[in-house]
Every structure is written in C-alpha cells, then in structure tokens.
C-alpha cells in the first residue's frame, strides 16, 4: 500500500476547480464591466476597474467564508473544499490589483509617501465622510498577504499545525475590516440603498450559516452517552456507519471518526494533521483514511501516514457487543496501532 500511495498532486480535479475559478473571475470582470459601462456611461476607465477588481475580491471573500459552514450542514458541498487555498490566492490578487490601482490613482501625485497618504488622507471628522476607510482596506490587505504568502505546505509544517491555523483565521478579522471598508466607501460615495442592501444580504449569509453549522455540530457534541461501568462510551449501531465512510461522535470532549472498513471498525481522532480537516466526513481510498480537504490518508489501524510521508493521528479501542460500537475514551499516542473490532456476520 504503502509503494502506491502518492500525495495529491495536480489532477484532473484540481485543473476543473482552478479553470472554473479562474473562469468565474475572469466571467464576472467581463460582466462588471459591460454592465457598468451601460448604467453609467461616463465612468472613467480606472474607477471602472478599480470597481471591478475591488467588488471581484469581496465578493470571492464571501464565497471562502461560505464554503466551510456549507460543507458542514451538507456533504454536497464538501468537494468545494478541496484546494480552497487556490481561491485565496486569487482573492489577493486581485485586491492588490485594486488597492495598486487605488494609491497610484489618488496617492501617487502628491510629496506625501503613498502608503502614509491613504492614513492622513482622510482626516476624522465627526461625519461619515471622514471615516478613514482606506485605512481599513490596507490592513486586511496585509492580513491577505500573510495568509498567501504561507499558503503552502512548506509554511505548513514549519509554522506547526495550530499556529499556521491561527494565522489563517484572520481571515475573519480581514472580513470584518473590509466590511467597514465597503460600507464607510459606498456611504461616501453612493445614495442609492441598493449596496447597503446588498452588503447586508452579504454579511447576513456569511454569519447565519456560521451560526447554523456552529448549531449542528454543538447539537452533535451534546449527544454523548454514558460511559460503562468500565469507562467505555457506547457510540451508536453499526449498522448506522456506512461502508468505507465514518460517523462522527463526541467521546470526552473530543470529536473521534469512527469508520467501518473491510469487515472491520477502526477509529482515530477527527483532526487531520494537515490542516485540522474532518477526518470523519473523508472516506476510506486504497485502504486508507483519506482526509476530504486535502487527500492526506492515514492507515486507520495505526494512524499513520503510510511511508514515506509522516503525519499521525491519535488512535482509540473499540469493541462491539450487541451490534453497538465501544469506544475507550482515552486516546492513544498518535500513530499507535489499536486492533480494530471485527464484524461479525
């Protein structure tokens, strides 16, 4: 097994994401364009652009922050998650390309150095118009770069797994800043209610479906049952595991992927080493775990990654009576083997 793993590398799969993603962008400049140059005729070519750049990034924000509480509420959507790292790339993008345009058109005439230009350019007064809020768009650029420019394993492994995710969660606070960004720039410059209404209905989708599969996965969590008079927690029938796939339950606080394999019933933390992905909404491919997100598989027997690769999660004991599945709440060392529980027919 072990000689014909290989780690996900460029496939067809991966190709189809990028070319829709690239394909999308590239669809909606187009249509930005035509659209605006209709309704407002006499707009310059660089407002249209900087728009258009600029309107393209938030809304592709939007998208990234919806795919993972979507993923959550329904696996339809998990495929949306593989290779999300490439969406945020080309979110930066084309921000930078927006906030490039930004300071060369308004920053770059003046003695003042264009980067201080955009923190006293906009003096604060006690009316919206003197809300600095380029200020804003600035620093959740910084925070998009940081997250680019570590969006490779490399960063990965070398930052640690629990530092590099907290890095990548800035991308909240980057959402935050770029809502007041939009909303303080719209308000100076627009009067229609159409983009209040739209920013709105933006940040509405994004917190409620957060809020949603925050919901789900805590009514998941509660449902824990009593453990035996020898520790062990009953974790449902078998009968209710899929073949290959998982069932996620909540044993002493900790979230452990149960899967049914080959006759067989292995289970292992649900916290994939790679990313922190679900190991439990994967499925078991050529034998191994393989994690949703990204494809890093571990042997569900030991927790391993098959050699030469390195990662490992914790392992629990599982036993069955009565066609129910036990498990020992008490993990063991990453990476060690616990005899699986065989199915009996």
């Not at 652009?49 to 938030?58: I, P, Y």
Request: hydrophobic residues 50%.
């Amino acid at each position: 097994m072990s000689l014909q793993y290989q780690a996900v590398q460029w496939n067809r799969q991966k190709r189809l994401y990028d070319a829709v993603l690239v394909g999308g962008v590239a669809l909606y400049l187009l249509g930005f364009g035509a659209v605006t140059e209709f309704l407002f005729p006499n707009i310059t070519e660089e407002i249209l652009l900087m728009r258009a750049f600029g309107s393209a990034a938030f809304i592709l924000l939007h998208i990234i922050l919806c795919i993972g509480p979507l993923g959550r509420l329904n696996a339809g959507f998990l495929p949306l998650l593989y290779n999300r790292r490439h969406a945020g790339v080309t979110l930066f993008l084309l921000a930078l390309i927006h906030a490039v345009m930004v300071v060369t058109t308004y920053h770059a005439g003046g003695d003042t150095n264009p980067i201080a230009s955009i923190w006293v350019s906009s003096p604060l007064t006690h009316s919206v118009a003197g809300v600095p809020f380029q200020a804003f768009g600035f620093l959740a650029l910084v925070i998009l770069f940081l997250m680019a420019a570590t969006s490779h394993d490399f960063w990965l492994a070398n930052l640690s797994a629990p530092v590099w995710k907290s890095l990548h969660m800035l991308v909240y606070a980057a959402y935050a800043l770029l809502v007041l960004h939009v909303t303080f720039g719209v308000l100076q410059a627009e009067t229609s209610l159409v983009y209040a209404v739209t920013m709105a209905a933006g940040l509405v989708t994004v917190l409620g479906l957060h809020g949603l599969a925050a919901s789900k996965e805590a009514r998941l969590d509660r449902k824990i049952n009593a453990p035996d008079t020898d520790g062990w927690v009953e974790a449902g029938a078998v009968a209710d595991i899929p073949d290959n796939r998982a069932r996620i339950v909540c044993v002493a606080g900790e979230r452990v992927a149960i899967f049914k394999y080959a006759g067989k019933i292995s289970a292992v933390s649900n916290v994939c080493q790679h990313q922190n992905g679900p190991l439990g909404e994967g499925k078991i491919v050529a034998g191994c775990i393989t994690c949703p997100w990204h494809g890093y598989q571990y042997l569900p027997e030991t927790g391993a990654s098959p050699p030469p690769f390195v990662e490992r999660v914790p392992t629990f004991q599982v036993r069955l009576k009565n066609g129910r599945v036990w498990v020992n709440p008490q993990p063991n060392p990453a990476g060690t083997r616990a005899e699986p529980a065989v199915i009996e027919l």
